[in-house]
């Protein structure tokens, strides 16, 4: 793979964006914007229905031409191609990464390994729509012959955080007739609060993994099966009516006793946590029908196409991965707060934390050298306004900068009295306050006691986006998501890490497999663990 031997801090565009740093560190956003009266039309670009307002950072027009220039040095362009064509970028893995095939349109041609992937796309999405209008109609019925009321998805991480986020996010456009549950933990008591009050004979269990070995999300399976069994007399019969799956491994999935016929696939190519738009996302199209779940996927594509094709100066994905390089290595930025005003979008900054963290939480880069710089920031966020009344306090006044995604749609879905008006004016004013905050002269100037005056003084001059669209739609969503995945793509591009393996996260299971006996045994296991994990194991076989 092409990428530039000479390692990130020594290029150009790096050491003088740090030089540059240093010259505009004193520079505010009062004075930036007081000094050119259009900067709040001229930074924005938009694409794909989303517009973005970036001019709340704290850059100007060298800064831009520097950020640019660095996305230059690290050959973005060709590792955009690179992904778009297939090649094998994810290399400790030795796969290529190709969640753009799956909202690729039917025309595409994408070739791996010789094979174009796009029909096979288009194959399972139509087996999926088949499946989604049986079960929406009440063609498909269960064991007992009653039509199916809830839907248990039961998958974690990539299997679980996209599902769960666009269900809540197209609440608005789904089958209020069917209620859908999320199971995701190996705490028993995600699984038993999911069904607690659902009827076996009318509910079915999509076990959505891509492996098929998780650990939670077999155990979780196991007892799915088990209760419905017990709820409907224990003919195994009844397990093909009410389980299907979503996964890459037949063998496994047939070996659970589920019907290969209702299993929908996907490739090796689609990471977990870029699966959302593949099968995986088959909760979400029994929940908002076919036709959304292909707007979804345009709106994804879009996204895509806007990426691909646009100039890095107006390329959202472009712009919003610098930025966010530029805040996290120079400005010294360690999170990114991502603050949704729109309710059904309160999952979001969870599926972002994921998306965000376990693709570029990384320290190694792809030539295997350790980096000497920081990658990931910290991604994090909840709603807005109830944020307002939470953390806000800190990033207006407290001493760490935290750059803020905020995102914002004009028209409310279900429009009630001045809500729509409230939330906006509260959104338009958080970024207007972080930015210009309010001096000692102004706050002096309401007569506020000299002692007071310190305490109610608002520095400012901290950086925001705001992503503002017309109204939260599937195409909306789907291009969010994507802006999302290709900001983090640029950004493990500059880094030099690779951003679709997780490593990170295999140690642990390991070590929790060899504890698990442990914590069963009858007997007296021969712990030879450090000593606070001996310790701990015999506490917890003790107070078991
Ligand atoms: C995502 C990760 C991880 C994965 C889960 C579930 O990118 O790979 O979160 O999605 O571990 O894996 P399975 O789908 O194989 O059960």
Known sequence: MKSNPKSLTQRPAWKALAAHQKKISKLHLRRLFAADKKRGDKLTASGAGLF???SKNRINAETLKLLVQLAKEADLRGRIDAMFKGEKINITENRAVLHTALRA????????DGKNVVPDVHAVLDKMSAFAKRVRSGAWKGYTGKRIKNIVNIGIGGSDLGPVMAHEALRHYSQRSLVFRYVSNVDGIDFVEAVQDLNPAETLFIVSSKTFTTLETMTNAESARAWLLKGL?????????????????????????IDTANMFGFWDWVGGRYSMDSAIGLSTMLAVGPENFRKLLAGFNAMDEHFRKTPFEKN?????????????????????????YENYLKRFPAYLQQLTMESNGKHITLAGKKVTYQTSPIYWGEPGTNGQHSFYQLIH??????????????????????HHDLLIANVLAQSEALAFGKTAEEVAAEKVADWLVPHKVFEGNRPSNTIFA?????????????????IVYVQGVIWGVN??????VELGKVLAMRIAPELESK???KLAHDSSTNALIRRYRKLK
């Not at 017309?470 to 999302?484: C, D, F, W």
């Not at 951003?499 to 990170?504: A, E, R, S």
Request: hydrophobic share 50%; charged share 15%; glycine share 8%.
């Open 52 to 54: 973005l307002d970036y």
């Open 105 to 112: 349109p039917k025309t595409a041609k994408i070739i791996v």
């Open 233 to 257: 007399g224990g003919n195994k019969k009844a397990v093909a009516k009410h389980f299907v799956a979503v996964s890459t491994n037949a063998e496994k999935v047939s070996a659970f006793g």
């Open 316 to 340: 959202l994905p472009v712009l919003m991965g610098l930025l966010s390089v530029w805040n996290n290595n120079f400005l010294g930025a360690e999170t990114v707060a991502v603050l949704p």
């Open 397 to 418: 006044q407290g001493t760490r900068l935290i750059p803020c995604d905020f995102i914002a749609f004009a028209k409310a879905l279900t429009p009630l009295g001045r």
């Open 470 to 486: 017309e109204k939260l739609t599937p195409e909306i969503l789907g291009a969010l998501v994507a802006l999302y995945e290709h």
């Open 499 to 504: 951003p679709f393996d997780q490593w990170g």
């Open 523 to 525: 007997a007296e296991p």
